[in-house]
């Protein structure tokens, strides 16, 4: 009677144990789903690579494949086509693509402010105490006879979107003394070292990076300064991926999430992961570091802290003609992920 009474004892204790372990771990899906994610090689980016190497989105039944672009509306192609299902880079291509009929959402955003006007030695030279941005331009283009040339995405991009509000709208720069040059974000950061041009929109970890190989280069404006609560990266996704694996979208959003808590509570623990998808062994993790510890790195995961700005900032691309019309936000933004990842 003893040992019967011990035998279900112990088979009461294990079916407690198998009942109450979905509070303490998060559920897998069923079957493992491969999602297929667009990325353009910035900081911002950072929480889905964490979520990876760490293995928070595998460990939830997600498989995430990942493919680098140049730039945002690069990526908005490969999204139509049905040959992404995740979208991670800037907020205002995805306005664009909505425009055009094309079904995608956001459900996680991933940083903010991150844009910023980097300037070569040539031209930092004028930037300086109590001179203007206008002022500054202007002068470099007397001394040189010719505009500054500045480097940044194409048009649609949030860079290039951010650059012209920067100096048309905050800074009110005479058009004649400025020339955009718009290129991908890896012939951004050679141009700018090689002094082929003047100046350029960057994020981190480029910053980080070209004022470690020429600390003459300057920052002359930070996100805010270019566009105030300035929308950055988020995690999008396809409308069809979404209706099919919501429980992967789901997955993907707490993941980010999770990610997120983790660089701010310990970024040293995370910056080699950063640097593995960023670097690919040519950064030195000190510098993803440095990065994350930069004025221009805010992550922030609540996609409505950004619904306002991203409204202002469709209207600026109205008005440069790189977007048709206003769209309506309720239908690009969905919360409801995040919501359900922090119970806020």
């Known amino acids: 009677m003893s040992l019967n009474r011990r035998a279900l004892a112990t088979a009461v204790f294990a079916l407690a144990a198998i009942a109450a372990a979905p509070a303490f771990v998060a559920p897998a899906l069923a079957q493992s789903v491969q999602a297929r994610v667009g990325y353009i090689p910035i900081l911002g980016a950072a929480p889905i690579f964490v979520a990876d190497k ?33 979208y991670v880079a800037g907020v205002a291509p995805l306005g664009v693509a909505r425009s055009k009929g094309i079904d995608v959402r956001v459900v996680t955003a991933t940083a903010v402010e991150e844009m910023t006007v980097a300037v070569g030695a040539d031209l930092a030279a004028f930037f300086t105490p109590g001179v203007s941005n206008a002022d500054a331009l202007k002068a470099f283009r007397a001394k040189n006879g010719r505009p500054a040339k500045i480097a940044t995405q194409p048009p649609g991009s949030v860079p290039h979107t951010t650059l012209n509000h920067w100096l048309f709208a905050a800074s009110k720069v005479d058009a004649a003394d400025v020339q955009i040059v718009p290129m991908g974000i890896d012939a951004t950061q050679q141009a700018l070292l090689a002094g082929a041009v003047d100046g350029a929109t960057i994020r981190e970890p480029t910053i980080a990076i070209v004022q470690t190989r020429d600390p003459r280069i300057k920052l002359v404006a930070l996100g805010g300064d ?65 990065a994350l510890a930069s004025p221009a790195t805010k992550f922030v995961a609540d996609p409505r802290a950004i619904v306002e700005a991203t409204g202002k900032m469709q209207s600026y691309q109205v008005s440069l003609g790189t977007l048709d019309k206003d769209v309506p936000l309720d239908g690009l933004f969905d919360a409801s992920y995040f919501i359900k990842a922090t119970g806020k």
């Open 54 to 86: 760490e293995g928070f989105a595998k460990a939830a039944g997600v498989d995430l494949r990942f493919t680098t672009f140049e730039s945002g509306p690069n990526m908005i192609q490969a999204l139509a086509s049905g040959t992404l299902d995740v």
């Open 226 to 290: 270019m566009f105030p609560n300035q929308p950055g990266s988020v995690v999008a996704v396809s409308g069809a991926f979404a209706q099919k694996n919501p429980q992967a979208v789901q997955a993907i959003v707490d993941s980010v999430v999770k990610a997120i808590e983790l660089i701010q509570k310990d970024p040293k623990r995370a910056a080699p992961h950063i640097e593995a998808a960023l670097g690919k062994g040519i950064i030195a993790v000190s510098v993803i570091e440095k």
